[in-house]
């Protein structure tokens, strides 16, 4: 498969596993890298086919950092902003769910997180 099949596969779990959670007020990207927002804010995007950005409060991203170093991580670019990296060939799609529901939280204003349990 060609690395454009490859991202586009990579984005399309992501866009599957936020579709089955019902979360609202997501929408894709037209920029560059696929990704997905909420209000604006960036939930997610690809780095390349193998790597997420994730939203993710600072605390947060320390903690998964320390539990599980060989799925999430961060570069220099990352070191002191809310985005943490994760390995999509690292985890199953049960804990990347979780991940994205809890990015959706921290970045979804208020008016849309009242319709989500």
Known sequence: MTEAGDLERAFARIVQLVDQRG?????????ASPAL???DATLAE???ETVLALA?????KV?????????????????GQNI???H?????DEELSLRLHDAWEY?????????VD
Do not use: W
Request: glycine content about 4%.
């Open 23 to 31: 979360l609202p007020g997501v929408s894709r990207s037209s920029g």
């Open 37 to 39: 927002l909420v209000a």
């Open 46 to 48: 690809l780095q390349d």
């Open 56 to 60: 993710c409060p600072r605390h947060q």
């Open 63 to 79: 903690l998964l950092m320390d539990i599980s170093p060989k799925v999430y991580f961060e570069t220099d670019q990352q070191i």
């Open 84 to 86: 943490v990296l994760v």
């Open 88 to 92: 999509l060939d690292r985890i199953d």
């Open 107 to 115: 970045v979804a204003p208020d008016n849309l997180r009242k319709y």
